[in-house]
Structures are given as structure tokens and as C-alpha cells.
């Protein structure tokens, strides 16, 4: 079975940083999709960044130029650098992991990032 396991999610004070880890396990295709996702309160939960196996990236604009994803493909890990948090960041972000070739996507637990003021 396929498991995320996230890490890295804490407080912060605005304009500080922090790096997101996600560790897939299981058995991966080489050829799939990573991403973040993040769930404010109240919000839906929306696409943060998203990264593939080949490296193209691409990024909501509200983190464009603060987030930076990056993955390993030997330890099919992902990773979300987070610069300049706002307290607009608050969110619970999850990992996600899209195997093209059998349409399916897992998720990881969430892990809470909490930006003050």
C-alpha cells in the first residue's frame, strides 16, 4: 500500500520559514505527479504547488515567488519550501501523490502550518 507521511508543519511568525517533507512509500510508479495542497478554515481545500517525476513545476499565485517545491525521486520525497509566510498561509497542508497510469491519487495525513502575526 501506498502511504504519505508528512512533516515538517508548526508555528511561525510572519515573514519566517519553514520546509515541508513528504515521504511516499510503497510501491511508486517512476512516472507520477507530487503536490501540495492546503485546507484554510471555512475554505476549500486548493492546490498549493505540484511538482512532476520530470521536474516541470507549477504554482498557485498567491506563493508564486515565496514557495519553492523540489522532490527527490530516489527517496520519493517531496518537499515545499515556505519563505515570507503570511498569516494567509495558515492552513492545513496535505501531500499528494497522482500515479498518472492508474488515475489514482493518494494523500497524506495533513500537517498543520499555523502563521501569527
Known amino acids: 500500500q501506498v502511504q504519505l507521511v508528512e512533516s515538517g508543519g508548526g508555528l511561525v511568525q510572519a515573514g519566517g520559514s519553514l520546509r515541508l517533507s513528504c515521504a511516499a512509500s510503497?510501491?511508486?510508479?517512476?512516472?507520477?505527479?507530487m503536490g501540495w495542497y492546503r485546507q484554510a478554515p471555512g475554505k476549500q481545500r486548493e492546490v498549493v504547488a505540484a511538482?512532476?517525476?520530470?521536474?516541470?513545476?507549477n504554482y498557485a499565485d498567491s506563493v508564486k515567488g515565496r514557495f519553492t517545491i523540489s522532490r527527490d525521486n530516489v527517496k520519493n520525497t517531496v518537499y515545499l519550501q515556505m519563505n515570507s509566510l503570511k498569516p494567509e498561509d495558515t492552513a492545513v497542508y496535505y501531500c499528494r501523490l497522482h500515479i498518472h497510469i492508474l488515475s489514482r491519487v493518494y494523500w497524506g495525513q495533513g500537517t498543520q502550518v499555523t502563521v501569527s502575526s
Open positions: 510503497g510501491s511508486i510508479p517512476s512516472f507520477n505527479a
Open positions: 511538482i512532476t517525476s520530470g521536474g516541470s513545476t
